[in-house]
Nanobody
């Protein structure tokens, strides 16, 4: 069992920045692929960004060039740097982890955090 805890959410104005963090309960980051997802009430959860075991990253089109996913294995922490935020980025953001890149590629993550709210006002 891996416990993930997100932090860093909050309220910002359009064009602002936030950095989300996700800390694991054990030393897992070097052995897992990780992802950030977001969800708005009444809508399906959306994959935002992913980083595989080798450090390769991918992003959904709507955040490409504005968001950056990274991880610090020594600190067991995953980050999502979010710049040029837009009102449509408002959502609950979740981090997720899994031991298999193939599962992550299918958005099939075994472990999930509880989420952190991001609100962007216009």
């Amino acid at each position: 069992q891996v416990d993930l805890v997100e932090s860093g959410g909050g309220s910002v104005e359009e064009g602002g920045s936030l950095r989300l963090s996700c800390t694991a309960s054990e030393d897992t980051y070097s052995r897992t692929c990780m992802g950030w997802f977001r969800q708005v009430p009444g809508k399906e959860r959306e994959a935002v960004a992913q980083i595989n075991k080798g450090g390769g990253t991918s992003y959904t089109d709507s955040v490409q060039g504005r968001f950056t996913i990274s991880k610090d294995n020594a600190k067991n922490t995953l980050y999502l740097q979010m710049n040029s935020l837009k009102p449509e980025d408002t959502a609950m953001y979740f981090c997720a982890a899994d031991g298999w890149d193939s599962r992550c590629a299918r958005n099939e993550y075994a472990y999930w955090g509880q989420g952190t709210q991001v609100t962007v006002s216009s």
